[in-house]
């Protein structure tokens, strides 16, 4: 039996009111509620079992530590998804910076697509629907989600798997609603560029805006 | 004719309102516009089927295990930060304002919830909350019994019940259970406190089961349930709710126990 929306905000409730009281384990009915729900998500961001693992279990554990600010909010479920989100980007953000360190100046990846996608991906594509079978699709689309900087991959991620609205993206970004659209457009057309010859090949070159 | 830009074209692939209607007509009359969008939208739809490992139907109860020991009990005032005005009027919604009553409403009855033409007491908001969560409960608990009460010894041999799916349930639906059961008890409804406490007992049994248990433990089990009406007393007490959800009025403090007592003995 599926749960409707509003009977798991009363049971949520319910459950962070017992947490707050001094209750511990109450906690638990929420971190069994929406563990999987965060590692979709977190397994989206990273590509990685084991770091969605780990972005799951911080999550829980800083919403638990910040529990007493969830008062003004409507929904559990959301909001332990943004702390997850905004965990997710510093951590990236802090991993780039680690490997950025650690490569050579030639090969320091940048938030640009300065690089040529294009040229990685070779010319003669099989149809579109042996490709979204395809295990190589499947990596080249994760790669190209990776070179993503962190604030994208989130917004596109948000967006386009998980549904959620532009305010939600914003705030999970701690920006603006219009910066936040600008950063899923740009990660749509970064995306885009990467992957839309294996999807089909343009029957004519032509640049979009422009007459026909 | 001017192509769409891939700026429009994505905006519109995201149900922009701005221009769309111009847009529409464009993509309708233009096969290369057309192609486009079908293009970004497979490789969204691509996106979107991408697959993601199932962690697991125990996968909550894992992190649980993991995080448990890093957290520590909460013993601060948290009500103060339901008090502060600001926080009492920031949220706009009535879904946020109910879930800010209800934690509100343990120290401070003077807080109201407009809902619609109605103005809740932080009282009503409090019982609506706890109805809404139980109602839930009730209803996949009574799956639960049904499917102990209708399962049979299995395999060539016949001599053992397979219940651990229903143990695993009954594991989710104690920690609720045992929470619920306390907010009814602090809400003073006897009636749901009692019915849950009978589950309660219940479900403890199950979820300390083996996956496979004997037929004796399986009689065991299933006795209990038959001994003390269980089946029947959650369906009365979900009919209950559903009345008292319905009439958004709270009945006596004992009318659900009271009724569930009354048609028991029929």
Known sequence: MNESVESVRAADAIAIERTLAGDRDAFRVLVERHSATIFRLAYRLTGNHHDAEEIVQEAFLRAYQKLEQFASQANFATWVYRIAANYTIDRMRQRKQEDARRQAPSAEMTDDVEQDPLRQIPDAMPSPERLTQSVELRRQMENALQSLTPAERIAFVMRHCDGCGIEEIAAALKSNSSAAKNTVFRAVHKLRQMLEPQFAPRATARAMGTES | ?266
């Open chain 2, 1 to 266: 004719m001017r192509h769409l830009s891939e700026e429009q074209l994505i905006a519109y692939q995201d149900g922009e309102s701005s221009g769309r209607d111009v847009a529409t007509a464009h993509i309708n009359s233009c096969a290369e516009c057309q192609a486009e969008l079908n293009r970004l939208v497979e490789m969204l739809a691509a996106y979107q089927a991408f697959p993601v490992p199932d962690p697991g139907e125990d996968y909550g109860r894992r992190v649980w295990q993991q995080i448990a020991p890093r957290l520590a009990e909460k013993r601060s005032h948290w009500w103060q930060v339901f008090l502060e005005p600001r926080r009492l009027t920031a949220a706009g919604l009535v879904a946020a304002l109910l879930l800010v009553a209800f934690l509100a409403g343990r120290v401070s009855k003077r807080v109201r919830v407009d809902h619609g033409d109605a103005a809740l007491t932080a009282e009503q908001v409090r019982q609506r909350v706890l109805l809404l969560a139980v109602g839930e409960h009730l209803g996949r608990s009574e799956m639960v019994l049904m499917e102990i009460a209708n399962a049979e010894p299995e395999g060539a041999t016949m001599k053992q019940v397979n219940l651990s799916s229903q143990r695993r349930r009954a594991e989710e639906l104690l920690d609720e259970n045992r929470l619920y059961r306390q907010t009814a008890l602090q809400e003073g409804d006897t009636g749901i406190a009692t019915v849950l406490d009978e589950l309660e007992r219940v479900l403890l049994d199950v979820a300390h089961s083996p996956g496979n248990v004997t037929p004796a433990q399986f009689k065991s089990i299933r006795q209990r349930i038959d001994d003390d009406g269980l089946l029947f007393k959650v369906r009365v007490l979900t009919k209950e709710i559903e009345r008292r959800e319905n009439t958004g009025k709270r009945g006596p403090a004992e009318s659900g126990s009271a009724k569930v007592e009354r048609n028991n003995q029929a």
